[in-house]
């Protein structure tokens, strides 16, 4: 059964409380807004944000009831795309009155999470988090747009400086910033006793982490997020801080879930990702599953995916020899993600088990979306196929020096 629990305090510092959220229950809709730009300004642009949502709840459950009858990669890029939909018209709403009462750069951050069955979907803007308590661990779903959280991904910062940088507060997308927005997209398959927590920064920066999870973990969600904002009050509460905390139905591990878990914290291409990072990437990967004497590719047809395999056992061959056989963590098809020219060899499943895919044209638009994260990527793939091509070369140069 859902329980979920809202709290929201304006803090110690501050008279007015520019956070807005929404938990609508049965629309499986919960959403955090953190109003930016002073006195009024603030307040009107979580409230206009928030508005947009509860407009959109319809949708959004119309769409998450289609995903849950058939889970499929495109059903669930169809549940983000309708999120992404609603953080547009949010962001052009909230400039468009900024614009017309003279509220210039008046702006709200947003965390968003769509519940579909045991599948949380989740969009956000800006620094306001989502988090998820799993088994005495708190996983962090999101990442901070935000110029300080930019400066540590790229090496420049440390989290201790970005602590009293006097950048710490600047964020790098919001709604209403400009008439269109680019938030961040991801979902996450859920299991029993998993605990979803949505909130402003006005607990993420004052409350330590180990402090935020252990809190999490106290009790049912009205205990929990009494404690939470009694917490941000009690390190000086210097922020508006709101929690939304959300007891979820969970289910326990299928193979396809268990597959997905598995590609989070094992493949390689998200060596060194935070968790967030990988819930976005795990998007546009695709699950497969195969019996034994399976094709995943076949020789002299086209190819425009890459594969990972995560259980069993496949077979490489050309012209009926066989060349290789891969298993667990090993990876196949890198160069169709550029050229999408006929595959040079076939793969064959000898065992049953399972693989991910990723295909160039999921890839490109990934890439166009989340630049920043669609390099890291590109880059990964890149030393990957530069390793494969030295072998190639150590190998020829071994061939030729043969007497």
């Not at 034994?292 to 069993?312: H, K, N, Q, S």
Request: glycine fraction near 8%; hydrophobic fraction near 45%.
């Amino acid at each position: 059964m859902l329980r979920v629990a809202c709290r929201t305090d304006p803090g110690k510092k501050r008279i007015h409380n520019e956070d807005a959220f929404l938990a609508l229950a049965e629309d499986g809709l919960f959403v955090v807004a953190d109003g930016v730009g002073g006195r009024a300004a603030g307040e009107v642009a979580s409230a206009l944000c928030i508005d947009v949502f509860r407009s959109a709840s319809a949708t959004l459950r119309e769409r998450a009831r289609i995903y849950l009858e058939n889970a499929t990669p495109a059903a669930r890029n169809t549940v983000l795309a309708a999120m992404d939909d609603a953080c547009q018209l949010a962001s052009k709403k909230v400039y468009e009155t900024a614009e017309s009462e003279g509220k210039s750069g008046m702006t709200t951050t947003v965390v968003v999470i769509l519940l579909a069955g045991t599948t949380a979907f989740i969009a956000h803007v800006g620094d306001s988090r989502a988090y998820l308590a799993r088994m005495e661990e708190l996983k962090q779903l999101t990442e901070d747009h935000s110029m300080v959280n930019e400066l540590i991904r790229a090496g420049k910062m440390t989290a201790a400086e970005a602590k009293t940088s006097r950048h710490r507060h600047v964020i790098t997308r919001a709604i209403g910033l400009y008439p269109t927005v680019q938030p961040s997209l991801a979902s996450v398959d859920l299991m029993p006793g998993d605990r979803l927590v949505l909130c402003s920064d006005g607990l993420s920066d004052v409350v330590r982490p180990e402090r935020v999870q252990a809190l999490t973990l106290t009790g049912d969600p009205e205990t929990a997020a009494g404690a939470l904002i009694d917490a941000a009050l009690e390190a000086g509460g210097p922020d508006n801080v709101t929690v939304v905390l959300v007891d979820p139905e969970g289910r326990t591990a299928t193979d396809e879930a268990t597959l997905r878990a598995r590609v989070l914290e094992h493949l390689f291409l998200f060596e060194d990702m935070p968790y967030g990072n990988r819930l976005q990437v795990s998007r546009i990967l695709r699950e497969h599953y195969f019996a034994p004497g399976e094709y995943l590719v076949a020789e002299g047809t086209p190819g425009d995916a890459m594969f990972v395999i995560l259980d069993g056992e496949v077979m490489v061959t050309a012209s009926g020899v066989e060349l290789a056989r891969l298993g667990p963590g090993e990876h196949f098809g890198e160069l169709a993600l550029a050229d999408q020219l006929p595959r040079s060899a076939s793969v064959v499943a000898v065992t049953f088990g399972g693989a991910i895919s990723i295909t160039a044209e999921d890839l490109q638009e990934f890439c166009q979306r989340e630049p920043v994260l669609g390099n890291s990527l590109l880059w990964k793939l890149l030393k990957v196929l530069g390793k494969r091509l030295r072998q190639t070369n150590a190998r020829v140069s071994t061939t030729n020096a043969l007497p």
